[in-house]
Structures are given as C-alpha cells and as structure tokens.
C-alpha cells in the first residue's frame, strides 16, 4: 500500500516543463522566443555573422561564456566548476533563443503571418471543447517555424490531456483580464508542466506559484558535488532565476543589447571548455 496524504512533487522535472511551455507559448503568440527584443542596430552583416557563430557555440561554451561575462560585470562565479544538467539545458535553450531571436529580427515574418498565430493563440485560449482544441493545436501544429524547429510535442502534449487543459481554463484562477495574457501564459505554463509530472494541472500552477527562491527553496543550490558553495555563489536553479541572472545581457554589460551581443562574441571565441564537460555531456 502506498503512503497516505500528498505525495512528493519532482520540482526539478516541473521547472523543466514549465520552462519548455512557457517558451512554446510565448513563441506561439509572438512569433519570437522568450527573449526580449530591445530594438538593434545591427546590420545585416553582422546578424548573419551572429548567427553562424551561435548556431556553432556548444552549451558548455554559451554557458561559461554567459558566467564570464556576468563576472567582469562584477558578479561573484566560479568559473571552474562545471556545468550541471540543468546548466547544460538552459543554455542551450537560450542559445536557441537568441539565434531565433536574431534570425526574427534578419528576416521579420510579415503582418499577416503575425496575425494568423495570434489566432492560433486566441483560440487555443478560448477553446472550451476537445473540438475546438484539436483545431487549435492542429493548426498550431502546421506553422512552419513549429515544423522546422522539431517541436510538434507540444501541440500533441497538450491534446494528449485535453481534459484538463480544458478543466485548467475553467478554474476560477484562470486569468481573464484583457491585459492578462502574459499572466496567461504562466499559468497554462504551469497547468501543463503540473500534468506531465503526472500531478493535476492545478497542483503545478500551485507549487510553482509559490515556491519559495531563497535558501531552502526546493531548487537552491548550495553545493555542487562535495564543495559546499560559500553563500555568495548559491542561487535558486529555476529557469525563471537563471534567466534573470544569466540571460539578461542588457542589464549585466548596461552599455544596451547591441554592445553587450558583441562583447558577448568576442569573449565566446576566448571561451576555452574544458573537454570533460563535453565528453560527460556525450555520455549522459
């Protein structure tokens, strides 16, 4: 017999999803990833040259080099431990990111494309049937970008628990504000990562509401392997708080986007990876 009362939830496996969501719907509604888009002056030139050079950067590189950089900007890192599994993920979803978000920027999709999977969107978070849903996701499902990027999972993830997206929805903590749809996209987010960790939609919008992202939180890092990390190099290992620490160039280099993507390349090609990081990743 199994134990009585609520049983554990895998926090780790809930981030992941909740991350993976949050980036699908995000880029189901704007067309772009998660990334801000601050406006750019690049050339041509160089968001071609940016490109190439992130779609070849290994996540251990994209990975180290993000630390570096947060370090010259004064932040506190060890650069010599390596990167977990968590660590790995991250980065190379921001470099994806980044390259669709540059790649959106090179060649912007027209008026029209826009508006037809903000349709897609509006109606995926208005559908109240099975019905309505599978054509919603089916028509999700057909967006190029979606074909070429491999992620048809998520439309199918999503018809695969019909019932309690549509039972999500309908909770009276359904954000229905007109201005809502950020807040929408967390919570659909959090439903969806909740049911595949095989707990109810609202038991993932719960926990991941409100976890705590201090010490003691269920995703702080405090040690890595047998070194206890000194307090000033622990951090709550959530997408959400990793993004904000590591991702947000901006705000670390505060020179603006454009200076802060070229330094960030300039250090990249002076980003030496260890070769056991990347052998342990091989191996995994």
Not at 31 to 41: A, L, N, R
Not at 256 to 274: D, Q
């Amino acid at each position: 017999m199994g134990k009585r009362g609520p049983q554990p939830v895998d926090m780790r496996l809930l981030n992941l999803w909740d991350s993976k969501f949050h980036k699908a719907f995000r880029s189901l509604r704007d067309g772009i990833p998660t990334k801000p888009k601050p406006p750019s002056g690049f050339t041509a030139k160089e968001l071609q040259s940016f490109i190439a050079q992130l779609k070849r950067m290994e996540p251990e590189c994209y990975w180290l080099t993000t630390r570096r950089l947060a370090v010259e900007m004064g932040k506190s890192l060890n650069l010599r431990r390596p990167p977990l599994e968590m660590d790995r993920t991250w980065a190379e979803q921001e470099r994806d990111d980044e390259v669709r978000s540059l790649q959106w920027e090179l060649n912007p999709p027209d008026i029209e494309a826009q508006e037809r999977r903000r349709k897609v969107w509006d109606d995926l978070v208005t559908a109240d049937s099975v019905a309505a849903l599978r054509k919603a996701c089916g028509r999700w499902a057909r967006l190029p970008d979606v074909r070429r990027a491999g992620t048809l999972a998520f439309p199918k993830r999503i018809m695969e628990n019909a019932a309690k997206f549509l039972a999500l929805k309908q909770n009276a903590r359904f954000p229905r504000s007109t201005y809502g749809d950020d807040s929408r996209i967390d919570y659909l987010a959090r439903g969806m990562a909740g049911a595949l960790v095989g707990k109810s939609p609202i038991t993932g919008v719960e926990r991941l509401r409100n976890m705590k992202h201090t010490q003691g939180g269920p995703l702080w890092v405090a040690r890595e392997g047998n070194r206890v990390l000194p307090e000033n190099e622990q951090y709550c290992g959530c997408w959400r708080c990793r993004t904000d620490v590591l991702s947000n160039v901006s705000k670390l280099a505060q020179t603006g986007y454009e200076n802060a993507l070229r330094y960030f390349i300039e250090l990249s090609a002076t980003t030496k990876v260890p070769v056991d990081w990347i052998r342990k990743r091989k191996k995994l």
